[in-house]
């Protein structure tokens, strides 16, 4: 008898353990949701970029734009301009700054009021943002400002649209269209569920900045020299074992392209 009711004891403290478990994951889950909703896009339409650009010329004009809840751009944009103008010197007339920008309102405009009707409507649909739907919206304020060259920065998830099995992109560039995005949202150490630390989030946004327009100017390749701005990282080891510097062989490529446009 007495075994008997050690038993239960036992089992009713792991139905409490498991509840709490449960609803642990639950609350998670919600958030989580409440996350995606509170960006409002789904993925089950695609943008198509069209095939068409314009030839690019440097020196450039470069647009810097921030997507989503940035308090600070104003300072960040500082940081990300002297990174540019040491890693790319004279590549650029100018690097704009365009502020901060409301996804809303243009995604309204975009015509795809249908998908957020979807999303009222199904409480199940959890998808992320498409990297298409930022290009079209960024290269039409690139002409909208008469730039050569933009730069969109978003805290919103990003996913690839030539990609689907990538989630959770950091970042991506469209070298046709000289447009890229990078997302911040894996660069902070709160998303790891760490202590926040600016700095280091400073120097992985400019990083990635870098990498990405590196690839506008340079093309899709990337370098395998590990240390090299240029190098392909995916995580964010990768990204804090690689420096914000150029190696020799890309600092040659870029001054190949200085030739060639003569300045
Ligand atoms: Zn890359
Ligand atoms: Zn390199």
């Known amino acids: 008898m007495s075994r008997y009711r050690k038993y239960q004891r036992k089992i009713r403290r792991y139905q409490k353990k498991l509840s709490r478990q449960k609803s642990k994951l639950k609350k998670k889950l919600s958030d989580f949701k409440h996350f995606i909703y509170k960006i409002g896009i ?3 339409e695609e943008f198509r970029l069209d095939k068409n650009s314009t030839p690019i010329s440097f020196p450039s004009h ?3 734009i921030f997507i989503g809840e940035f308090d600070n751009d104003t300072i960040l944009f500082q940081s990300i301009l002297e990174n540019l103008e040491k890693i790319f010197p004279s590549f650029f007339f100018h690097i704009h700054h ?3 920008y409301d996804f809303s309102t243009e995604v309204f405009s975009k015509g795809i009021m249908k998908e957020l009707k979807d999303i009222e409507e199904s409480s199940e649909l959890l998808s992320l ?3 298409n739907k930022f290009h079209q919206l ?3 304020k690139k002409e909208q400002y008469n730039l050569d060259q933009i730069i969109a920065i978003t805290d919103l998830p990003l996913y690839s649209s030539s990609d689907n099995n990538i989630i959770f992109l950091i970042g991506e560039a469209h070298v046709p269209h000289q447009s890229c ?5 894996k660069l902070r150490e709160t998303f790891y569920a760490r202590a926040s630390n600016e700095k280091l989030f400073e120097e992985r946004l400019n990083k990635e900045i870098i990498h990405e327009i590196g690839h506008l100017i340079l093309g899709t390749e990337h370098c395998d020299t590990q240390l090299c701005v240029m190098s392909y990282s995916d995580t964010i080891e990768k990204i804090d074992n690689k420096s914000t510097l150029l190696c020799n062989k890309c600092r040659i490529r870029l001054r190949i392209v200085k030739q060639k446009y003569n300045f």
């Open 42 to 44: 789904s993925s089950t």
């Open 62 to 64: 470069l647009g810097v």
């Open 98 to 100: 365009l502020g901060s």
């Open 129 to 131: 943002h498409p990297t």
């Open 138 to 140: 960024i290269i039409s």
């Open 181 to 185: 995005i990078v997302s911040t949202l």
